[in-house]
Nanobody
Framework: QVQLVESGGGLVQTGGSLRLSCAASGIFFSIAAMAWYRQAPGKRRELVAVITSGGSTNYADSVKGRFTISRDNAKRTVYLQMNSLKPEDTAVYYC?????????WGQGTQVTVSS
């Protein structure tokens, strides 16, 4: 059974930092492309950052220079370090795994940035 379990969300003030974690089980983590998405109320889910099995990364323009995605294959975990948070970063953040043409989703973790 595939499970992606996110943690690390919470309430933070503008300019603060949070680190999200996503622990994966039931998949070949080392070959999976891992990503973080987010969905704000009334908006579509959007890609925030992605990291390939080889470690290449890509970011949404809105988070470049502020967020960093990383992975630890030994721990089967992907991280999203979020710095200089803004109120517009408020959303539910979802972990996503793509492996062998199948996509899996976590349950999401709420990030709220107060102004």
């Amino acid at each position: 059974q595939v499970q992606l379990v996110e943690s690390g969300g919470g309430l933070v003030q503008t300019g603060g930092s949070l680190r999200l974690s996503c622990a994966a089980s039931g998949i070949f983590f080392s070959i999976a492309a891992m990503a973080w998405y987010r969905q704000a109320p009334g908006k579509r889910r959007e890609l925030v950052a992605v990291i390939t099995s080889g470690g290449s990364t890509n970011y949404a323009d809105s988070v470049k220079g502020r967020f960093t995605i990383s992975r630890d294959n030994a721990k089967r975990t992907v991280y999203l370090q979020m710095n200089s948070l803004k109120p517009e970063d408020t959303a539910v953040y979802y972990c996503n795994a793509g492996v062998e043409r199948i996509v899996y989703w976590g349950q999401g973790t709420q990030v709220t940035v107060s102004s």
